[in-house]
Each structure stands twice: as C-alpha cells, then as structure tokens.
C-alpha cells in the first residue's frame, strides 16, 4: 500500500511558477512510474506528466511539454512538478499517482494503483 500527498498548489499569476510536490508513505517509491494528472472543472481527469520508476524518462502532455518538468528523489520518496510560464489554461485540481503501468500506457489514468487527494492550482489572467 502506497499513500501519497500532494502540496505546493495555490494561486499565481499567468506567466508565473509553482512546484507542485507528491509525498509517499507506506512503500519506497523506487518500484513505481509516477505521473502527474489535472482535472479542471466540468473537465475529465487529464494526463500532464510521467516519469519512470529509475527517473530516467519522462514523458509530457502536449499542452505542457517545455513548460512542465517531471522529476523524482527516491531517497525522499517523492516526486515534484515544476510548471513555469502558467497560463489561465492550467487552472486545475492536480492529482499525483503511483503505478507500475506499460509503456504504452504510461499516460493512461487505468495505469496507476494510488492517488492522492489532489492540490489546487489557480492560474490567474
């Protein structure tokens, strides 16, 4: 069992920075993909971001890709998403998860076992 936390949302103006965080507790991160979901208002749950159990790839939503970073310290337990250059857009609920999904189903919400309560973030024009 693997517990997660997200913090780090809050309100920015468009063009500004946050980083999101995703603690785990329960079990050591090391064995699991971790991706990054949104779901804004009247909206379906969406992929952002995922990264491989070692860190060594990655992979972005279009709307996010060069703006969005993905990254993990597993002797932290957890993994963080640094979002530059916000735009109104990204305003959304952001949710963390943990899985061990296929490659080709990196991106795919099916493909992850534990989530978390999710952090609001707020994108203002």
């Known amino acids: 069992q693997v517990q997660v936390v997200e913090s780090g949302g809050g309100l920015v103006q468009a063009g500004g920075s946050l980083r999101l965080s995703c603690a785990a507790s329960?079990?050591?991160?090391?064995?699991?993909?971790m991706g990054w979901f949104r779901q804004a208002p009247g909206k379906e749950r969406e992929f952002v971001a995922a990264?491989?159990?070692?860190?060594?790839?990655?992979h972005y939503a279009a709307s996010v890709k060069g703006r969005f970073t993905i990254s993990r310290d597993n002797a932290k337990n957890t993994v963080y998403l640094q979002m530059n250059s916000l735009k109104p857009d990204d305003t959304a609920v952001y949710y963390c998860?943990?899985?061990?999904?296929?490659?080709?189903?990196?991106?795919?919400?099916?493909?992850?076992?534990?989530w978390g309560q999710g952090t609001q973030v707020t994108v203002s024009s």
């Open positions: 998860a943990a899985g061990q999904p296929g490659s080709s189903s990196i991106a795919a919400i099916l493909g992850y076992r534990y």
């Open positions: 329960g079990r050591t991160l090391s064995s699991y993909a």
């Open positions: 990264i491989g159990w070692s860190g060594g790839s990655t």
